[in-house]
């Protein structure tokens, strides 16, 4: 159960709003397990049904970024995923701009040495999946994604780049706070 109130409610209710945007059936399930926080699924619309998302309850900032990266999904429909139909190169480039997206429209700054890192882990995991054995996932992808996959790389680390000019920018706040005291 969620309660009333934090961030915990703020997770909640965003990925609530994205459903009620988009049309999605949000399904919740209780992450029990170091895997299942990152357990997530997305149907996409299809013949006139909508989307369906299957993601953990969204009691840590982990949870809450799995829901993202699945709306990142709905969001970005034509882009695609892996799946339990195989990871693909395209698939890959997929859910690297699911986590570009998810990073963007979060509502709390992500942690850059958990948040960003674990995104870059699942994709590296994926990757294997369809042989690569080291050195760049963009060169080793075909050609009309390699500059696509790069760019958005590129995003990602922007990103992260941002979060840490915000971190700093709070820990200063703090400490001249702590300084007028």
């Given amino acids: 159960m969620i309660q009333p109130g934090g961030r915990r409610e703020l997770y909640l209710d965003h990925l609530h709003e994205l459903a009620d945007d988009t049309g999605a059936v949000l399904t919740f399930y209780h992450p029990k397990g170091f895997i299942a926080q990152w357990r997530a699924e997305t149907h ?11 993601t953990p309850l969204p009691f ?25 139909h195989g990871v693909t190169p395209e698939g ?9 997206w998810a990073f963007e429209h979060s509502r709390v700054l992500p942690i850059p040495d958990r948040d960003l890192e674990q ?28 500059d696509l996959y790069s760019e958005a790389f590129a995003r990602l680390e922007q990103l992260q780049g941002n979060v840490w000019t915000e971190v700093d920018r709070l820990e200063q706040l703090q400490g001249s706070k702590g300084g007028d005291a």
């Fill in 119 to 146: 995104a870059r882990i699942s994709l590296l995991f994926d990757a294997r999946e369809i042989g690569w054995t080291g050195g760049s996932v963009a060169d080793f992808l075909p050609a009309h994604l390699q």
């Fill in 60 to 84: 840590t900032q982990s949870h809450y970024l799995t829901g993202l990266h699945e709306f990142g999904h709905v969001y970005q429909a034509d882009l695609g995923g892996t799946s339990n």
């Fill in 92 to 100: 890959i480039y997929g859910e690297l701009m699911a986590h570009v």
């Fill in 44 to 54: 996409r619309a299809f013949r006139g049904r909508p989307a369906h998302i299957t």
